[in-house]
């Protein structure tokens, strides 16, 4: 082991040099000798470096491991942490609440025309484009007075909503298709062209 105190000084490169710096050097430090460095074992990948490691072990200690992997496991979730890399249930949360927070966009899908729910019967397929996002950002004064006025219990009977919705803004044009008995149908206001809080 190398104390953090002593210097150690680089092999000469010629006898010449070496006599040179041991005389001038005798009061100073002994060099030290400079180990080449290690070469590292190359794997082809980490899976091989695993594989062959659980190959040296027994059955019964890839259980006993397993096991206590599996306690382990337990006792954080017993004990309500999320601690375990190999588990990672935060960051899903994490990625939920921010998709749960993007702004009001325009989305779109396609559809067929039955999965419109509109009572037409068609295997023809249509771009149906709709609103998605929340409007946190765009609450106003209004929206904070309701919501006061609403706890206060002021307002009663009237179905009214205190937030701003993400709804469309526009339409696109008309939509028209074939239904399954050959039957021909324009519908209108079907996707929306923009969308905004309201």
């Not at 190359?42 to 062959?52: D, I, N, T, V, W």
């Amino acid at each position: 082991m190398f104390n953090g105190s002593r210097t150690y000084s680089p092999l000469p490169s010629s006898p010449a040099s070496r006599a040179s710096s041991s005389s001038s050097s005798s009061s100073s430090l002994p060099v030290a000798p400079r180990r080449p460095p290690r070469a590292l074992p190359r794997h082809s990948s980490l899976l091989a470096q695993y594989s062959s490691l659980l190959e040296s072990y027994t059955e019964g200690e890839i259980r006993q491991l397993i096991s206590a992997l599996v306690e382990r496991y337990s006792q954080a979730m017993n004990s309500g942490g999320h601690e375990l890399p190999l588990f990672p249930k935060a960051g899903n949360r994490m990625k939920r609440a921010r998709a749960r927070h993007k702004p009001c966009a325009l989305k779109e899908l396609e559809v067929s025309v039955s999965e419109l729910g509109l009572g037409y019967e068609s295997d023809e397929t249509v771009l149906f484009r709709y609103c998605s996002g929340t409007c946190d950002a765009a609450v106003r004064n209004y929206d904070l007075s309701l919501k006061s006025v609403r706890s206060r219990k002021r307002i009663r009977k009237e179905k009214v909503r205190a937030r701003p919705c993400c709804r469309p803004l526009a339409y696109d044009d008309d939509v028209s298709f074939l239904d399954a008995y050959n039957r021909y149908y324009t519908v209108n206001e079907l996707s929306a062209k923009e969308c905004g809080c309201v």
